[in-house]
């Protein structure tokens, strides 16, 4: 009874076993890469905003978290240093890091370790300008016009916070800091799928 119930067994281990097949393994979305630089990445912080709506101030969240999120990859700080500029007071992408980080805005109302702004909204349908700022002001003014997405709105704040560190475009616009940064969040927003 033994041999016959081996012999049984014997001829369904003999059965082909079919390989299971392999789980697709699921797609981990990377992890942003700390900047190897010790210490603080760069924060965003909005202080106040006039004249938004609900809709304004979820499109400022959002643009305001996604900088937030491109200022901690390691994406940004390899886009930063691989440009080179114009009106960078000769100290080039590192010079600008660690303006960021240390938040030393030229207004008097900047408190230090955030790249800190007010934002005004305004309306200038005939106008061509997305916003603009003071060099010792953080008070962001944006016009209505160009107010639509996070990753517009985030592009021209990133912008303007350059010229609150004192970064200007008065050699031309391309090369300047602030272009540059507009062009870098463009990107990086697309690349890091954000919306
Ligand atoms: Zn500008």
Redesign the pocket.
Known sequence: MKKLWAWIKSIFHKQPVQPEPTPEPTPIPPAPTPIPMPGKVPLVVCKESSWFNDFDKQVLKDAVAGLNHIFSTKQFQTELMSRTYTEDFGEGGAGIWKRMVAGDQLSPEDDLGELDFKIVMYNSPWSRVVG?TYLESIVINVNRKFFATPSSVASNIA??LM?TLGYT?DDGFDDSV??QMNEIIDVLWEQLNLG
């Open positions: 603009y912008h303007e010229h475009h602030p272009y």
